[in-house]
């Protein structure tokens, strides 16, 4: 049987190629990692984030979405559609983005990124673009 490729993986292909040749996206991805480098290093370079492990099944990052953000000093705001992390629309970044700020707000201890098994303490900044996750 041939194996025909849709036609949309294309554009997406042609997409992504001018935007790795865009100088302002370019720059814009600089300052990004300038920034992110900026904030670790303000932090001593000890800074530390709460992220939901990547195999975590999507109902139960529901349910840590649902948790964190009724918790008090957790603002999802961000996360909702028109916030600056809203984007990428999925499950596990929506998660990974409402599970660090209950970490943050809850001290930032080993046990508050738990989340049943499903949370995981990176030290590596997961903020992109306009998604600046609080340290």
Not at 20 to 30: F, K, V, Y
Not at 44 to 56: L, R, V, Y
Request: glycine content about 8%; charged content about 10%.
């Amino acid at each position: 049987m041939a194996h025909s490729k849709h036609p949309l993986a294309f554009i997406s292909l042609a997409t992504f190629m001018l935007l790795l040749s865009c100088p302002l996206c370019i720059e814009s991805r600089t300052h990004g990692r300038d920034q992110q480098y900026h904030r670790q290093a303000a932090s001593g370079g000890q800074g530390t984030w709460c992220i939901a492990k990547p195999s975590t099944e999507e109902a139960k990052l529901f349910r840590n979405i649902d948790f964190s953000c009724a918790q008090n000093g957790v603002d999802c705001g961000p996360i909702q559609l028109g916030g600056s992390c809203f984007l990428p629309n999925t499950f596990i970044s929506h998660a990974s983005y409402a599970m660090n700020l209950f970490y943050k707000a809850a001290g930032k201890h080993p046990w508050n990124c738990h989340f049943n098994g499903t949370g995981v303490t990176v030290t590596q900044d997961p903020s992109f673009g306009t998604c600046i996750y609080p340290l």
